[in-house]
């Protein structure tokens, strides 16, 4: 059974940046894809970042496009999520995801969800 824990989120005001992080157990980590996702309140999960089981493939929703960097670790099983120019409605609750499919969907799917880490950012 894998786990995801996500970790790094805060509040930080317009601007600022966060590092998230999520931490993976059991062994399929390094053969997966991984994303992170978002949901704020009243609104559907959406996508925000994707990154190949190798980390050469990389993909960003275009409104995180030039702010949002991820990456991973693969010998410690984690993925990451660096946010800078962060804006009031950037503001979520941010998901890590193992296996992610159907990614631009309003029900994005995955092998595999954490619990979020909640974002605010402050204007």
């Known amino acids: 059974q894998v786990q995801l824990v996500e970790s790094g989120g805060g509040l930080v005001q317009a601007g600022g940046s966060l590092r998230l992080s999520c931490a993976a157990s059991g062994r399929t980590f390094s053969s997966s894809a991984m994303g992170w996702f978002r949901q704020a309140p009243g609104k559907e999960r959406e996508f925000v970042a994707y990154i190949s089981w190798s980390g050469g493939i990389t993909n960003y929703a275009v409104s995180m496009k030039g702010r949002f960097t991820i990456s991973r670790d693969n010998a410690k099983n984690t993925v990451y999520l660096q946010m800078n120019s962060l804006k009031p409605e950037d503001t979520a609750v941010y998901y890590c995801?193992?296996?992610?499919?159907?990614?631009?969907?309003?029900?994005?799917?995955?092998?595999?969800w954490g619990q979020g880490t909640q974002v605010t950012v402050s204007s």
């Open positions: 995801a193992q296996g992610p499919r159907k990614i631009y969907s309003d029900y994005p799917e995955a092998d595999y």
